[in-house]
Every structure is written in structure tokens, then in C-alpha cells.
């Protein structure tokens, strides 16, 4: 499958993938060199198959790997590569293949940006979350003390190649993270989502022709935001459905204690409700299917709510001190609600706390 976008760079989504890699390569770049920046889990779990596929194209390939965990995504793991990278000698036209998570992808599209001020970023993304989100966009970009993702560059990729047969080995609990990003997809631009999630999760989660229809989908549905605003003046805004909350959840429960999708999910039942409170004929029934799931593997949500409204009020995305809430004035039709009287959200976390 092909994503259609505008601008000049390719999606592919299917298993296998590996004539389209190298057709793509040898259309572009020389043979000589290719940098591979890869997670190291991946590198253990799929045996070398990305090292021997650039073997096939490319004379000489330098494979760096990345220790996985959200740690890597550091100024210290960035010298670290841009050293490697120029040490071994790069042109300008050496194309660096990010293959991983949003945490490889992240850090190796913001390396790619910095050697020799930019050269060709290819992303090969093996979690759902990277595939439906992450590795789209042209977001790239470290951590710093002070903050997550605060370090980084937009730098879009020349191509993305998304090979399902990565997610044979994807844990459980990567699928349930991954999954939220796909139903806020469903919440903000098309609600048949759903259901077909619904189904989807009533079988083992494994790579198949119905998951690759959802995730092209998803990743259609960022493209087009992303297209319609690339540099988040306005509607890219959208994508953070679920997140204003999530990120006050993620924040006083400890980064690392709540995974990003959880998080997320429980956002998204927040935003739904505070909408319905306003008015909209949104009912949260639409993510019951799900929450099974999330239960389960949630241990715990933070529920002191002073707190969470604190932390919602340093979120980056906070104007002049006031809080940009994404809602919906239905399904599929998002609108941004300012907010900076955080007290009328008592009633909104109370509920959503109530609900795992
Ligand atoms: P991740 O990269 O840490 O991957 C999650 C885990 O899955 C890791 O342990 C990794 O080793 C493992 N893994 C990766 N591929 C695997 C595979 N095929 N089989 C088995 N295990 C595999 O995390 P993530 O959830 O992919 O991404 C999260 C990151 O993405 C965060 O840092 C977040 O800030 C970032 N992000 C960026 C954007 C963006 O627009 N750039 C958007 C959303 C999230
Ligand atoms: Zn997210």
C-alpha cells in the first residue's frame, strides 16, 4: 500500500518490503554507503535482516545501535552517533536509516538533521506507535533535563517503509500503547475506526491484512493533518486529542511508571466526557471495547487531582497561561477549548479516575 502525499516523500506500508527498499535506493543514492541507526532489541530479534538487506544495495554499511528505552532518546546517545557517523565519513547524499521504535526514530531523525547540516533520513518503523505516529510528521528529537522532546528539528524523510513482519515479536503491551494513538485517529477524523479496532483486539494481536489496513489508514489520517499544517500553526494541534490530560497523568504518576498509550487512552475518556459535559453528542461508549485492556494493564492512575491540574498547566502546549484543551463538538470534528479555570475539570477527572 502507498500513502498519497503531496510533497516529495514516500510511505509504503506491507510485509516483506524489501524490493521496495532497494528499488527506492538504488533510484536515489549511490551505492558506496548507508548508516544504520537501529534499536537494539530489534537488531537481537530480527537477526541481522536489516543489515543484510542494505548489504544487498550497498557496498559498505555502518550499523549503530541504539540500547532501548526512552534513556536513548539523550544528547549523550546524539554525540555519541554524530561522532560515530563523522568519524567513519559520510557525503552529504548518504542516506541514515532509522529502524525502531519512536525512540530510534526520534533521536536518528535529529542526528540526520545535524551531520553535515542534514542528510537523507529513510525511517523503518517496527512499533504500531511508530508506525501510526511517530516516525510521520518530520518531528525528531532528544529529551532534555528540563523536559521530554524539548532538544530536536523538524526533518522529514525522504521515504518511510513500514514492514508489519516487524510486529511478529511487538510485546502486548506495545500494541495496547500503539493502539491508543489509532482510536484518537478514530476520535478526531473517522469514527469507523472503532469498530474495526474492536474486532481486531478480539484476536491475538499479530501482523495482518486487517491490521495493515488500519494502520495505513492511520497513517493517511496523520499525513493529511500534518500536510494541511506542517509546522503546528493550527490543526496538527488536533493530534494532541487525549494528550493534555494524558501528559498530566504520565507526569505525576512518574514518567516510566505509565506508558504514553495508557496514558493517552485515559486522556481520551477525559476529553470525551468534558465534551459531552459542553453539550456534544459524544458518548464514551465508543472506547468500552477497549477498556478491558487498558485495565488490565494499567496498574495504577495518579489520583490526586490538585496535582493533575498542575501539571496540566505546565504542559507545552500552555498559551499565555492558558490551557489549549483539543474537544469535540462531535465525533471526528475537534475544536481547541481554551481553558485556565482548571477547577471545572474536578468533575472530568473524578469521572475518568472512576472508570479503572
Ligand atoms: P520505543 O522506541 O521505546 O519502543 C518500545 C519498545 O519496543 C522498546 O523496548 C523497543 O526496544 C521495543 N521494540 C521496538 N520494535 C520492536 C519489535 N519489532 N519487536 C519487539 N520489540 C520492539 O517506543 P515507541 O512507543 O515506539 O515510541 C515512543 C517514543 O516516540 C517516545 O519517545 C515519544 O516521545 C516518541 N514519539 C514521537 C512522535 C513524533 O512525532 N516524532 C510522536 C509520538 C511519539
Ligand atoms: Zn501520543
Not at 77 to 98: H, M, S
Not at 192 to 197: E, P, W, Y
Not at 232 to 251: D, I, Q
Request: hydrophobic share 40%; net charge negative.
Amino acid at each position: 500500500v502507498d500513502i498519497s502525499y503531496e510533497q516529495d516523500y514516500q510511505i509504503r506500508v506491507g510485509q516483506g518490503l524489501q524490493k521496495e527498499f532497494l528499488s527506492f535506493c538504488a533510484d536515489r543514492y549511490t551505492p558506496d554507503k548507508i548508516v544504520v541507526v537501529i534499536d537494539e532489541k530489534v537488531q537481537r530479534l530480527h537477526e541481522r535482516k536489516v543489515q543484510v538487506l542494505c548489504e544487498e544495495y550497498f557496498q559498505d554499511v555502518l550499523t549503530l545501535t541504539v540500547p532501548e528505552g526512552e534513556a536513548s532518546k539523550s544528547m549523550e546517545q546524539w554525540k555519541r552517533l554524530v561522532d560515530q557517523i563523522l568519524e567513519y565519513g559520510v557525503e552529504r547524499n548518504t542516506p541514515l536509516l532509522a529502524v525502531g521504535g519512536g525512540v530510534t526514530g526520534d533521536l536518528a531523525g535529529y542526528v540526520a538533521s545535524s551531520v553535515l547540516r542534514g542528510i537523507p533520513l529513510l525511517h523503518m518503523p517496527t512499533t504500531l506507535l511508530a508506525m501510526v505516529d511517530s516516525s510521520i510528521g518530520g518531528k525528531t528529537g532528544v529529551n532534555h533535563s528540563t523536559g521530554k522532546n524539548l532538544v530536536g528539528a523538524f526533518n522529514q524523510p525522504e521515504a518511510v517503509f513500514m514492514d508489519l513482519d516487524f510486529l511478529q515479536t511487538l510485546e502486548q503491551t506495545e500494541w495496547i500503547t500503539g493502539m491508543a494513538e489509532i482510536l484518537k485517529y478514530g476520535a478526531i477524523r473517522d469514527p469507523d475506526i472503532f469498530g474495526k479496532l474492536a474486532e481486531l483486539v478480539k484476536q491475538p494481536l499479530e501482523p495482518s491484512e486487517e491490521w495493515q489496513q488500519v494502520i495505513s489508514q492511520s497513517a493517511q489520517i496523520k499525513t493529511d493533518i500534518v500536510q494541511e499544517d506542517t509546522l503546528e500553526a493550527g490543526k496538527r494541534a488536533y493530534l494532541n486529542f487525549g494528550h493534555t490530560f494524558g501528559h498530566a497523568l504520565e507526569k505525576v504518576a512518574g514518567y516510566g511508571s505509565l506508558a504514553h498509550g495508557e496514558a493517552v487512552f485515559a486522556g481520551m475518556i477525559a476529553a470525551t466526557y468534558y465534551s459531552k459535559q459542553l453539550g456534544a453528542p459524544v458518548d464514551d461508549i465508543q472506547f468500552e471495547a477497549f477498556l478491558p485492556l487498558y485495565k488490565r494493564q494499567i496498574q495504577a492512575l495518579p489520583t490526586n487531582i490538585q496535582a493533575l491540574n498542575t501539571a496540566m498547566r505546565t504542559d507545552k502546549k500552555v498559551k499565555n497561561n492558558t490551557v489549549q484543551l483539543v474537544l469535540l463538538k462531535e465525533w471526528a470534528s475537534p475544536y481547541i477549548q481554551p481553558c485556565n479555570d482548571l477547577s471545572k475539570l474536578e468533575k472530568v477527572w473524578q469521572y475518568t479516575l472512576s472508570q479503572f
